[in-house]
Nanobody, 117 residues
Framework: QVRLVESGGGLVQPGGSLKLSCAAS????????MGWYRQPPQNARELVAN???????RYAESVKGRFTVSRDNAENTVYLQMDSLKPEDTAVYYC???????????WGEGTLVTVSA
């Protein structure tokens, strides 16, 4: 079992920055992929960014050039640096991880990011 705990959410003005962190604990081993989804109000959950253990990254088109995902494999922690935030980035951000491509998905409980003046 893997437990994921997010931190770093909050209220920020448009154009501002936030950095989210997600620490994995438990039977982590070597996590194949770690990343972030988000769920805006009254919308479906969507992939924001992920990073596999080789370092390859993937981003949603809406955040490319503004968000940066990174990970510390020694600490089993994934980060999401969010710059140039827009009101449409407002959502609950969920950390996720998988041990292998076809394994079960582990989820964090989510952290709220609100972008508003």
């Amino acid at each position: 079992q893997v437990r994921l705990v997010e931190s770093g959410g909050g209220l920020v003005q448009p154009g501002g920055s936030l950095k989210l962190s997600c620490a994995a604990s438990g039977s982590t081993g070597s996590l194949y992929v770690m990343g972030w989804y988000r769920q805006p109000p009254q919308n479906a959950r969507e992939l924001v960014a992920n990073i596999i253990d080789s370092g390859r990254t993937r981003y949603a088109e809406s955040v490319k050039g503004r968000f940066t995902v990174s990970r510390d494999n020694a600490e089993n922690t994934v980060y999401l640096q969010m710059d140039s935030l827009k009101p449409e980035d407002t959502a609950v951000y969920y950390c996720y991880a998988k041990s292998a491509p076809d394994s079960v998905v582990y989820w964090g409980e989510g952290t709220l990011v609100t972008v508003s003046a």
